[in-house]
């Protein structure tokens, strides 16, 4: 992993520090805030978990918060499903497993990368991050996804040999 080398990892994991990480204030500002809100709902099972639902024709995806600036989506996926590569406009996000496993590719400047995400895995990113997030165990997963500010357009990439990451003609929505 180029961990070192990316700007999109530089908060690393912040579930391997929680006694140093400030408490959660009502509405967060701060990346260190969103990471810490997405951890408190992440533990919140009994908020989330009536909100699963899995479906066969898509990912299936439900709103669970707002607020000034952010917004907290919440994602049900069956194995197989996947978001497609995509950017996140003007949008940065966190991104958290809940339940099961996904992998996810990301293109960056100095090429691709790619990790498992396992329940509990952070991963918090800028914008321009583009990267493809898929279910491609045998379980269904659950992920939950916060995004300021809240995200108003998603790019989709076509990636081939030919040309890497290069904006698709179709719009989609994540
Ligand atoms: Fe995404």
Do not use: K
């Not at 700007?7 to 500002?29: E, K, N, T, Y």
């Not at 408190?40 to 669970?64: E, N």
């Amino acid at each position: 992993m180029d961990s070192a080398y990316s700007d999109v990892a530089i908060a690393g994991d912040p579930l391997a520090l929680p006694h140093l990480l400030p408490p959660v204030p009502q509405h967060p500002a701060t990346v260190a805030e969103f990471a810490g809100l997405a951890r408190s709902v992440a533990a919140d099972r009994a908020r989330w978990a009536p909100l699963v639902r899995y479906d066969a024709t898509t990912r299936w995806y439900a709103r669970l918060q707002t607020g000034p600036g952010y917004e907290v989506w919440l994602l049900s996926w069956l194995p197989g499903q996947s978001s497609g590569l995509h950017d996140h406009g003007r949008s940065s996000g966190v991104l958290t497993v809940l339940d099961g496993g996904l992998r996810e590719r990301a293109l960056t400047p100095r090429g691709e990368t790619g990790r498992a995400l396992t329940p509990g895995a952070q991963r918090v990113f800028a914008p321009g991050y583009v990267h493809e997030v898929v279910n491609d165990s045998l379980e269904p997963a659950v992920s939950l996804h916060v995004y300021f500010p809240g995200l108003t357009e998603m790019t989709p990439y076509a990636c081939t040999p030919a040309a890497p990451g290069r904006p698709a003609s179709a719009p989609s929505r994540v």
